[in-house]
Each structure stands twice: as structure tokens, then as C-alpha cells.
């Protein structure tokens, strides 16, 4: 069992952040459990939707950032529309997904490359390109064979063209991601 | 009514057959399509994943060569590309937040009285049918009705959640796509798993992840004695139909074999619209058995009815 001395851990600023990032009221949770019930990834979440929240409400700022589960969040939006109280749920966990980005604590990063490398094609091109993006997903993470499977049936259905569609804005596009990396860094 | 219309990337890959049976359909019901020029991709889950900034420019970009059509709204047959430009709309309503994406465009987003971002409003293709068209002009278009064919309607997350943006249906039993689909003579099966998620894009990083989930999906409809999923989007579809054989070996369950259609290809084929405006060639799982069956319920249909009408004469 893991003992967190709240008197010590404890980060309340944290918590404001991230009511503030998120335009939620974080203390309206009253940890009914239904965002976890009824969420679809909580099967494969190292820390269930539920428990994120609780650890944000006490300032627990690591054990709301350092988890796998901010990074398998669906985006579904089933918690959100399930809570009792109103809290936009799935906005929460992808504030804290940023904020862990922020602090460095990336905790998936299969997941992390491959919203990489479709953004890199969409930085390229102007548009996503399937079968662009999964070449760059398998050279960057020497992951991905499962998605081979299929690839056969895609192909044979003429499903990812090889060809990508390059749009005559590609520099205007080009432009938003260089602004984009110039103000945050 | 003119419509600016954005496809979507998936439209030019792996749901061509969506794209294609979208605008016949669109054209069948007299909705004026002006596709939008030079659209780009609207950064679709990475892009919010990864900043709200990012996500609201590239919709943004979309949003304002929109207004160059001259039309009133949006549509996207995509309910990825639907959410993030209607996100990207409403985030951009408040003034703080069009500052910080008109930052990263070549020229800012015009503003309302507000200080809010002056921008159209985009809806699902499926949203402007129902509320535009209506089900009642759908259904006076039939030609070929489906004859009882039983199917589940899947919605997936997106077309009706989160519920504040948008604002269609019900954001957990939704029945736009049920009322449609009664509308073309099938068969809609109550389906407790219409909103659940199919894995998303989560197929990439890890095959298991959509592969369990839609598994269940595909499980639940079999069990309820569907035969065939009729969904609305690219994403959902590739999961349940591309990805068939894959999620039935990682749910532990027999091949399903359940064709997996667009809502849009059933319109198409209700109306009796060409065959090359549907692509069912381009379906993974084979849906020509069970349409040549759909065909053969109407030949046994019509044959009692004309024989109904016979004995009727007789009698009189």
C-alpha cells in the first residue's frame, strides 16, 4: 500500500491550475465513481478516471500526471456525459495530459509517436495520409507490426492510396505549426 | 439549401465508399454541396490531444476558406473533422482564447460583436439530413426498400458528445440514424452499445485496444441477432469492418462475418441510386450474400402481394 503524507505532498496550487486550465469545478466531485464505471478504456488505465480526479482535488500533483491513463483517455466523452455534477471530465483529463507534457512525464510513447507522426503529415502535406503516417509511426517506434494484419485487405481494397494529397496551402499550414513551436518554446 | 462542405482526409483513403455515397446521397435529396477549397486536414484527435491552440487554427483555416462558398453552415460526413470544427467555433466564442489561435494564423479570424471569433457553425451530414431534409422527405424517396433487414445502428462518440457543443440527439440513445434507417424499411434492433467506443485511432500504438473493445461491439450485435451495423463513421468503421478478423481473434470470438455499412450506402441503395455510387466493393466484409437476400425477401414480397391482389380479383 502506498502512504501519501498529505501534509507534505500536498499542492494546492496544482489543483486551482487546473480547475483554471480546464474551466472546471474540480471540488464538485463527490467521487461517485461513474466516469470509471462507464468508461471505455478504464480496462487497460493504470489509474482509473475516478482516482485521477480524487488525486487532483488533493493536490496530488505526480500521482495526477505520472500515468499511463491520461495517454489511453478515448476522448469519448462518456464520463463527461455521465457525470452527476456536470464536471466535463474528459476536458480534465486532457488539461492534465498537457500539463504532464509540460513537466516532461510523458507515460505512453507509442501513443505520444503516433499523434507525432500524424501531425507531422499533416505539418507536410496540409492533410493526414494513412499509409504516411503508419510508415512514420513504424520507423520512429519499431512498433506497429500488429496494424500489418491488415494491410493485405486494405491494399487489396485500394483503401491507402500511395500517393498523398498535398493541399496548395501546405506553407500556410507549414506556417501554423512553425508559430505554433516558436510559442511555446 | 447550399451547403459548404468539408470531406475529410479519410474520405481520399480508407472511406472512399463513405465519401462517394455521401454526396450521391446529398445530390439525391437536393442538398447543394460546395466543397470547400483547398481544405486542410482539421488536426483531428492529435492535434486536441496534443493543444487546444493547434487544433483551433487548423479549424479554423477550414472555417474561413467556408465562408468563401458563400454558404450558410458547415457539414462533414466525418464526426471527428464535425467535433473539432464545431469545437474549434465554440472555444473561439470567447475572445481570450480566438487571440491566442488567431497568433498562429496568416491573418486573424474576423470577430463578432461579442470579441468572439465570427465563424460558421459546421454539423454532421447525418445532423443536416435529419433536420434539414427530414425523415419524412427520406423516406418519399425510397425505391428499394431494405425489407426487414436487421440491423444495429452505431454511433460511435462523437456525433452527439460532448453534448454542450454538440447539441444533436441524444448523447447516450441517440435515434437520428435508427429513424433513418426505419425510414428505408429496416429492421432497427434495440442496441445497448450504440455510443460505446470502438478504440479510435488506438489501433496504431496498440492493436488491443480497439480490438477488445470492438470485439464486444461486434459480439453484442451478432447476440441481438443483427445482421448487419450500419455506422457513421470512417474511424468506427474501419475498426468493426477493416479490423473484423483482428478483433475477433483478440475478443477470443468466432469470425462475426457482419457486413458493416454506411448509413450513407443504404440511403444510396433505398433510393436506387447506381451501384458505383455506393462502393460495397470496397467493403472488407462481403455484404453481397445478404443484399442478394434482401433482393430475394422483395422478389417474395411483391410476388404475394401480386397474387393478393389476384385472389382479390377473383373474389370480386
Known amino acids: 500500500m502506498n502512504i501519501t503524507r498529505l501534509d507534505k505532498a500536498r499542492d494546492l496550487k496544482f489543483k486551482r491550475q487546473v480547475e483554471e486550465e480546464s474551466g472546471q469545478n474540480l471540488s464538485a466531485c463527490y467521487q461517485c465513481g461513474k466516469c470509471t464505471a462507464g468508461c471505455p478504456g478504464a480496462q487497460f488505465y493504470d489509474r482509473q478516471v475516478s482516482q485521477i480526479m480524487r488525486a487532483v482535488q488533493m493536490g496530488l500533483k505526480e500521482e495526477a500526471l505520472k500515468n499511463r491513463s491520461l495517454w489511453l483517455c478515448l476522448s469519448c466523452s462518456t464520463c463527461s456525459a455521465r457525470c452527476p455534477n456536470n464536471i466535463d471530465v474528459a476536458a480534465v483529463m486532457e488539461t492534465l495530459r498537457m500539463m504532464a507534457r509540460r513537466e516532461g512525464w510523458v507515460q505512453d510513447r507509442p501513443i505520444e509517436s503516433f499523434w507525432k507522426a500524424f501531425l507531422d503529415t499533416v505539418h507536410a502535406t496540409g492533410r493526414s495520409y494513412e499509409l504516411g503516417v503508419m510508415a512514420d509511426y513504424m520507423g520512429r517506434t519499431l512498433r506497429g507490426w500488429g496494424n500489418l494484419e491488415i494491410a493485405p485487405m486494405a491494399l487489396m481494397k485500394n483503401k491507402m492510396p500511395f500517393i498523398p494529397s498535398v493541399i496548395h496551402g501546405r506553407e500556410e499550414v507549414a506556417r501554423i505549426f512553425k508559430r505554433y513551436a516558436e510559442k511555446r518554446s | ?316
Open chain 2, 1 to 316: 439549401m447550399k451547403y459548404a462542405y468539408y470531406p475529410g482526409c479519410s474520405g481520399h483513403g480508407t472511406s472512399v465508399e463513405y465519401e462517394v455515397s455521401t454526396r450521391a446521397v446529398c445530390n439525391a435529396l437536393n442538398m447543394d454541396l460546395v466543397e470547400i477549397e483547398d481544405w486542410n486536414c482539421c488536426g483531428s484527435t492529435p492535434a486536441h490531444s496534443v493543444s487546444h491552440e493547434l487544433s483551433g487554427a487548423l479549424a479554423a483555416r477550414n472555417l474561413m476558406q467556408a465562408a468563401k462558398t458563400g454558404a450558410d453552415c458547415v457539414i462533414s460526413p466525418c464526426p471527428s473533422c464535425s467535433s473539432n470544427l464545431k469545437m474549434a467555433r465554440y472555444r473561439m466564442q470567447k475572445p481570450e482564447f480566438k487571440a491566442e489561435v488567431d497568433e498562429l494564423l496568416d491573418a486573424p479570424t474576423p470577430a463578432n460583436a461579442e470579441g468572439g471569433a465570427d465563424l460558421l457553425e459546421t454539423y454532421s451530414v447525418l445532423q443536416a439530413i435529419v433536420e434539414n431534409v427530414g425523415i419524412e422527405n427520406v423516406a418519399s424517396r425510397v425505391t428499394y426498400p431494405l425489407e426487414g433487414l436487421k440491423v444495429v445502428t452505431y454511433y460511435g462518440c462523437l456525433l452527439s458528445r460532448p453534448a454542450h457543443v454538440a447539441k444533436f440527439d441524444d448523447p447516450e440513445n441517440p435515434v437520428s440514424l435508427d429513424n433513418i434507417m426505419k425510414a428505408l424499411g429496416a429492421e432497427v434492433l434495440p442496441f445497448s452499445l450504440k455510443t460505446e467506443c470502438c478504440g479510435a485511432a488506438m489501433g496504431i500504438p496498440d492493436v488491443n485496444i480497439p480490438g477488445s473493445l470492438s470485439g464486444r461491439i461486434l459480439d453484442t450485435a451478432k447476440a441481438v441477432g443483427a445482421e448487419a451495423v450500419v455506422t457513421a463513421c470512417p474511424l468506427c468503421h474501419m475498426n468493426l469492418d477493416l479490423r473484423q478478423r483482428q478483433a475477433a481473434r483478440i475478443s477470443k470470438k468466432s469470425f462475426f462475418g457482419l457486413p458493416v455499412f454506411y448509413y450513407t450506402q443504404l440511403l444510396a441503395l433505398a433510393f436506387g441510386l447506381p451501384e458505383k455510387t455506393m462502393r460495397l466493393d470496397k467493403l472488407a466484409v462481403n455484404p453481397y450474400p445478404l443484399l442478394d437476400k434482401v433482393a430475394a425477401r422483395r422478389k417474395a414480397r411483391v410476388a404475394a402481394e401480386l397474387d393478393a391482389m389476384k385472389a382479390a380479383g377473383a373474389a370480386s
